[in-house]
C-alpha cells in the first residue's frame, strides 16, 4: 500500500514562499514528481525529482524560484516555492509510480499513486 500525504500548503502573499512536504509511506521510489491544478485548468508539471541522484527538472514557468529535495531519513519530498505569484494559485500534488522514465517524467497520466493535494494561494 503506498501512501503519498501533502502538507504545507497556505495563504501567502505575492512575492512569499511556502515549502510542501510530500511523505511518502510504503516503499521508496526512484522518482517523484508535483503537479498543479488550478480551477478549470488540466494538472500541470511542476517538477520532479529522481530519488538515487537527486536529479531534477522544472518546468519553465517555475524554474530559478521553485526547488525540489528529498530526505531518505524520513521518506519525504519537499518543494520550496519562493517569490510565489498569484499565478502559482493552485492544488498540488505529489506523485509517483513504479515505472516512471525520464522521458515522461512530466506526463501526468504516467503516475499511478498520487497524494491528496494541498491547497496554496497567493494573493496579489
Known amino acids: 500500500q503506498v501512501e503519498l500525504l501533502e502538507s504545507g500548503g497556505g495563504l501567502v502573499q505575492a512575492g512569499g514562499s511556502l515549502r510542501l512536504s510530500c511523505a511518502a509511506s510504503g516503499r521508496t521510489f526512484r522518482m517523484y514528481g508535483w503537479f498543479r491544478q488550478a480551477p478549470g485548468k488540466e494538472r500541470e508539471f511542476v517538477g520532479c525529482i529522481k530519488w538515487s541522484s537527486r536529479a531534477t527538472s522544472y518546468a519553465d514557468s517555475v524554474k530559478g524560484r521553485f526547488t525540489i529535495s528529498r530526505d531518505g531519513a524520513d521518506n519525504t519530498v519537499y518543494l520550496q516555492m519562493n517569490n510565489l505569484k498569484p499565478e502559482d494559485t493552485a492544488v498540488y500534488y505529489c506523485?509517483?509510480?513504479?515505472?516512471?522514465?525520464?522521458?515522461?517524467?512530466?506526463?501526468?497520466?504516467?503516475?499511478?499513486?498520487w497524494g491528496q493535494g494541498t491547497q496554496v494561494t497567493v494573493s496579489s
Open positions: 506523485a509517483t509510480d513504479n515505472g516512471l522514465i525520464w522521458s515522461s517524467r512530466a506526463l501526468a497520466r504516467e503516475y499511478d499513486y
